[in-house]
C-alpha cells in the first residue's frame, strides 16, 4: 500500500511563531486531506487539497502532487492550534484513506 | 446542517462480549467508513459502506463487522472482544469519493 510520512513527529512552539509540518507520500494519490485532532478526539476538516495551495485565515497549504508531498503551514500560532494533525491520502484507483502518523504541536503562551 | 453523529461517546465492555457502535452521516452522504485510533498503530481504515453496501474492506479480523441501512446511518459490530480492541473507533461521512467528515468518536475500552 501507499506510504505516508508526516515530519516532524512533535513540535514546541512558542505563542506567536509560525511553523511549517510536511506530509510525504509514496504514489500517486486522487485525494489528500489534512485534519487537526482536538483534545477529545475529534479529527477536524482543514483542507481538502489533492493539488494547489489553499489559504483559510492563519492556516494554508499546498500539495504538489508531481512530487508527492504536501505542506501545511501555521502562522502567528496560538495555543488553541495545540493538538495533532493529520494527513490522509488515498491511491490513485485505490480510495481507501491512509494517514500519516500525525506530528504533535505544542504551543505555549 | 447536522454533523456526523456517533453514539455511544464512551464504552466500557468486558473480554469476550461483543459491541455495537452507532454513526448517523451527514444529510446527504452516501458513504461511511469506520477506523480504529490507537496509540500504537495509529488511525487504521476497517471498511466503508457505500448505499448498503461493502464497498472497501481494511486488514482486520472478521470479528470486526458493520452494516448500512437505507438512510445510511451505519453500524460496527465487533464480537468476542479482547483487551487489543481498546480503541477509539472514528466514522467518517461522505457524499462519495470527495472530502471526508468525521464524527467524535465512540472511545471504547476492553476490561
Known amino acids: 500500500g501507499i506510504q505516508v510520512e508526516q515530519s516532524p513527529p512533535d513540535l514546541i512552539l512558542q505563542e506567536g511563531a509560525n511553523s511549517t509540518l510536511r506530509c510525504n507520500f509514496s504514489?500517486?494519490?486522487?485525494?489528500l486531506q489534512w485534519f487537526h485532532q482536538n483534545p477529545w478526539g475529534q479529527l477536524i476538516n482543514l483542507f481538502y487539497i489533492p493539488s494547489g495551495t489553499k489559504q483559510n485565515g492563519r492556516l494554508s497549504a499546498t500539495t504538489v502532487a508531481t512530487e508527492r508531498y504536501s505542506l501545511l503551514y501555521i502562522s502567528s500560532s496560538q495555543t488553541t492550534d495545540s493538538g495533532v494533525y493529520f494527513c490522509a491520502v488515498e491511491r490513485r484507483g485505490s480510495y481507501i484513506p491512509t494517514f500519516g502518523r500525525g506530528t504533535s504541536l505544542i504551543v505555549h503562551p | 446542517k447536522a454533523g456526523v453523529t456517533q453514539t455511544p461517546r464512551y464504552l466500557i465492555k468486558t473480554r469476550g462480549q461483543q459491541v455495537t457502535l452507532s454513526c448517523s452521516p451527514i444529510s446527504g452522504h452516501r458513504s461511511v467508513s469506520w477506523y480504529q485510533q490507537t496509540p500504537g498503530q495509529g488511525l487504521q481504515f476497517l471498511f466503508e459502506?457505500?448505499?448498503?453496501?461493502?464497498?472497501n474492506k481494511g486488514n482486520f479480523p472478521g470479528r470486526f463487522s458493520g452494516r448500512q441501512f437505507s438512510n445510511s446511518r451505519s453500524e460496527m459490530n465487533v464480537s468476542t472482544l479482547e483487551l487489543g480492541d481498546s480503541a477509539l473507533y472514528l466514522c467518517?461521512?461522505?457524499?462519495?469519493?470527495?472530502?471526508?467528515?468525521f464524527g467524535q468518536g465512540t472511545r471504547l475500552t476492553v476490561v
Open positions: 467518517a461521512s461522505r457524499w462519495d469519493r470527495t472530502e471526508a467528515f
Open positions: 459502506y457505500f448505499s448498503e453496501t461493502q464497498r
Open positions: 504514489d500517486s494519490v486522487n485525494n
